[in-house]
């Protein structure tokens, strides 16, 4: 089959020839989408479980705590458990709830990140769809999950419940820009919107050392306002435990919180992935300039290693963000936002564009 | 003008600044490890040990003989606040001298009515009773908090008036 | 735009904040009508964990009214308690050992850290920053060890009686709290690091929630709350009690009377404790742990009154005898209920956020207010 660690493209390839040549090609390319499909709801189940695993236990060292020990050896098990009880909760229902939005919600939620992983270049070749306009179509799609959790607060019919959508609906249309001007810092840069040609780019380097200094500011930004459009402390304020309970998941129990639970989990991953893939490189190794032995060696690890190392630092990064900071207030957050993030934005874009015009970068 | 925008500069260096100094702090405990302060309490059961004043329970002491120095004084029992403790006494004759004197039937203690305040203790003549360093006292039934405190066959220690 | 505002139909928006919420710190209920999230008016409703312990003590004698009132304000309860004794030793006209008042004020002084360390871990994770409550919690865990090792419990001590102390202090507890006061000196600067020069931090809390001096003395508001305002009101100053009369120590004064000053006036009221337990762990001296006082203590007839500095303010005990074993009537001023009645007054105008960050400075202890 071809099948190499470092280079999927023969592989894939492979694959859809067999498949196209037993079946007919049309009947071979529904197979190969739905045998894609089966394998990224596999790989989101795994991540969500394993990330949360991570997550607390992350949060223990930062509190000097073991975090969970009970279940498995070091509690590695204890989010298959949690898993478990949450299928078998009752799902409540506040009495004069929106049925059908209250239920469409969690879906609603779900349905944005499962769009935007599979823009997601794992490793050479692997990557399920490579749009032409890659950044442009992760931004638009993650945005869709503001929908579901401003349903999901509406038909609750709860207050606590109403005000979280309502800040959290203010919080991701105003971080948005900030998240698409920084993204676009670097499309400066590599001159395209193509993730795979992104990757290419930064073959003689990534673009966070290539770029220098707008670069270093713009993925400050983008990580910053990131954070903030997937609702993660410090900017957790649509969830705000000590303000609003649980804000616009308050009145979710069962499965349906846990989709929430797992929705917050994949959009973590996919930010970690977008920052990763377009400041770090993606899956391409740690290259400097034509020294060859040096490239050479750093070749040697598989490149599916070094993407979900990348991801892994960021994700480290977001969870130290989290664990150490108190929350903002609203109108703190949207200060934040308009008065500092965009215009610290904008001017950055200004001065990429001066560094490319005067090839001023590595 | 020019203040302004030098304050708007210096306003995002001092947050950012005080940011990192934040994430110092909870980055030293990440790397080190040795620092973690969690017991895992039903592993260490055997290693556990109370201090010796801590209050569990309030037991009778009874030494080898099966005897105890409760002479049904009933101090504690005026001494708690709670009503935790009811003594059932009973009369019996003394073997020396011949006289009627009182004697404890049963000492009931009501665990679940008692605030480990300490009275007791320090009410009791004789110092029959004492806290015990017990400290796990859950149970099914809440009938099986209240104990009887003298043991099936205890009588009272020689010499103890 | 304005025309357009002015013709759409609003509502008030009516909230009930508790009893069950993670933020009112135990059973308090909060009516708050809101306007969007700007708070309009707060209503706090008590009773939720009321047990008359004001009329259960009626029918206790002396030695027992102690122990409930550790039920009151659980995180001060050695001063709650000490203030019951001072009174019942004022009514019999006893003067309590030396060695007494000395070890007192120590202990009086660890509850108090105690006590702030609990009030700054909760208020990082009322604010959001959940790992600080970890690392209160870490340093007040030894304090707690020394409790349990000198008085036999760690959070409901009921150490004193009236007269003294229940039993002399443990061998070990001097080295305990200097090994806890070393320690303590190299942690509470992480406190600072952490919180107090965080840009979101003093964002969220600089300007917030402000109290003039005059409506903090109308409203009694004492404590650390009230001195940040400017009222000085420290009793262990104005009035001193145990062994605060010969210990060198500042009253904390604060200006601004925000939610800022109110975190700063705790932070360094922890420095001024450590500084007085210093002064007095190696003085302790030689005597008696409790004076002579007979086993049934009845005051004579007449109205006895002590104030003393808990953590949250000024704790006041009443009590009228009339020559029985148990007192008459027994009134407690607690300070949290009067720091409570101004927070209306505090809230107006601010939002959601800015309430919860008022009230974990107020820093509430609801069993204390409804008692």
Redesign the interface.
């Known amino acids: 089959m071809g099948f190499s660690i470092y280079d999927f493209s023969d592989f894939i390839n492979n694959i859809h020839a067999f498949l196209s040549e037993t079946f007919s090609p049309v009947a071979g390319n529904i197979i190969g989408m739905v045998i894609v499909a089966a394998c990224f709801l596999g790989f989101i189940a795994l991540l969500g479980l394993s990330l949360v695993y991570i997550e607390r236990k992350?949060c223990a060292?930062?509190?000097?705590?073991?975090g969970p020990?009970r279940v498995g050896k070091w509690g590695t098990a204890q989010t298959v458990a949690d898993i478990i009880k949450l299928i078998f909760k009752e799902p409540l229902m506040t009495k004069d709830s929106d049925k059908f939005l209250f239920n469409l919600a969690p879906f609603i939620v779900m349905i944005a990140p499962v769009m935007a992983i599979s823009l997601i270049p794992f490793s050479k070749g692997l990557q399920a769809v490579d749009f032409d306009i890659g950044i442009f179509y992760i931004v638009a799609v993650s945005s869709i999950g503001v929908t579901g959790i401003l349903l999901a607060g509406w038909s609750s019919n709860n207050?606590?419940s109403l005000?979280g959508a309502m800040r959290s609906g203010a919080q991701i249309v105003s971080y948005e820009l900030s998240v698409i001007l920084s993204l676009l810092t670097i499309v400066v840069l590599s001159g395209s919107l193509q993730l795979s040609v992104i990757v290419e780019s930064q073959r003689e380097g990534w673009w966070i050392f290539r770029g220098h200094i707008p670069a270093i500011i713009a993925f400050i930004i983008f990580i910053v306002a990131s954070t903030a459009e997937s609702n993660r402390?410090?900017f957790?304020m649509a969830e705000?435990?000590?303000?609003?309970?649980a804000g616009f998941h308050t009145e979710y129990s069962g499965i349906k919180f846990a989709y929430f639970f797992l929705a917050e989990y994949v959009n973590m991953f996919i930010i970690a992935a977008v920052g990763a893939t377009i400041f770090f490189g993606g899956w391409m190794p740690l290259h400097i300039g034509n020294i060859e032995f040096f490239n050479n060696a750093m070749d040697l690890i598989p490149p599916v290693i070094w993407f979900f190392m990348k991801v892994s630092a960021i994700i480290f990064l977001l969870m130290?963000?989290k664990?150490?900071?108190?929350?903002?207030?609203?109108?703190?957050m949207l200060t934040l936002e308009w008065k500092?993030l965009l215009p610290?934005n904008i001017m950055n874009i200004l001065l990429m564009s001066i560094v490319v015009l005067t090839d001023f970068h590595f | 003008m020019l203040s302004s925008i030098k304050k708007y500069f210096s306003d995002i260096y001092n947050g950012v600044k005080s940011l990192f100094t934040g994430m110092k702090v909870t980055g030293h405990y990440v790397t080190h490890p040795s620092e973690i302060i969690t017991q895992q309490y039903p592993e260490n059961r055997d290693t556990l040990k109370m201090f010796e004043r801590f209050r569990g329970e309030v037991v009778l002491i009874h030494d080898e003989n099966n005897e105890h120095k409760c002479t049904g004084c009933s101090a504690c029992e005026l001494a708690c606040p709670n009503g935790t403790i009811e003594i059932i006494s009973d009369k019996a004759i003394d073997e020396e001298t011949g006289k009627p004197k009182k004697i404890i039937d049963t000492f009931v203690y009501h665990l679940q009515m008692c605030t480990f305040c300490n009275l007791c203790i320090l009410a009791c003549p004789t110092d029959a009773i004492k806290m015990a360093q017990t400290y796990e006292h859950s149970v099914f039934d809440r009938s099986e908090l209240t104990k009887v405190l003298n043991k099936p066959g205890s009588k009272i220690m020689q010499g103890i008036k | 735009m304005e025309e357009v505002a002015q013709n759409i139909e609003t509502q008030e928006y009516f909230i009930n904040m508790g009893p069950q919420h993670p933020s009112t710190h135990g059973v308090l209920r909060l009516m708050l009508t809101l306007d969007g999230e700007i708070i309009k008016k707060v209503e706090p409703h008590l009773g939720f964990i009321h047990r008359s312990i004001e009329k259960m003590c009626e029918k206790d004698s002396y030695q027992q009214v102690v122990h409930l009132t550790d039920r009151m304000d659980y995180l001060g309860c050695h001063i709650n308690n000490e203030a019951v004794c001072l009174t019942v030793e004022k009514g019999l006209e006893l003067e309590v050992p030396e060695r007494v008042k000395v070890i007192r004020t120590i202990i009086s002084e660890l509850t108090r850290l105690s006590s702030h360390q609990l009030w700054w871990g909760v208020m990082g994770m009322d604010l959001g920053a959940i790992t600080t409550f970890l690392y209160g919690f870490r340093d007040r865990e030894m304090i707690t060890d020394i409790f349990e090792e000198t008085c036999g419990a760690r959070l409901t001590m009921n150490y004193n009686v009236p007269g003294g102390l229940m039993f002399d202090i443990h061998p070990n507890f001097q080295n305990r709290t200097k090994q806890f006061l070393e320690h303590f000196k190299k942690k509470l600067p992480e406190y600072d690091e952490l919180l107090t020069g965080n840009v979101i931090f003093t964002e969220r809390t600089k300007g917030i929630g402000y109290l003039s001096k005059e409506d903090a003395i109308s409203y009694g508001v004492t404590g650390p709350s009230g001195r940040a305002s400017g009222f000085s009101c420290d009793v262990r100053k104005k009035n001193p009690y145990s062994a605060y009369d010969r210990v060198d120590f500042k009253e904390i004064l604060f200006m601004e009377g925000d939610c800022f000053a109110r975190y700063q006036a705790r932070i360094a009221e922890m420095w001024e404790s450590m500084k007085i337990i210093e002064q007095l762990i190696d003085n302790i001296p030689e005597g008696e742990y409790k004076a002579k006082t007979k086993a049934v203590i009845k005051l004579p007839p007449g109205e006895y009154y002590q104030r003393v500095e808990t953590p949250r303010g000024e704790l006041g005990v009443y009590i009228i005898s009339d020559n029985k074993k148990n007192p008459y009537r027994v009134k407690f001023r607690s300070p949290g209920f009067s720091n409570l009645s101004a927070l209306d007054k505090m809230a107006r105008g601010f939002k959601i956020a800015d309430l919860v960050a008022i009230m974990s400075t107020l820093d509430l202890v609801i069993p204390d207010i409804d008692r």
């Open positions: 992350v060292l930062f509190q000097q705590r073991l020990m207050k606590y005000i402390g410090p957790d705000a435990e000590s303000e609003l309970t130290w963000f664990w150490t900071f108190p929350r903002l207030r609203i109108d703190q500092y610290l």
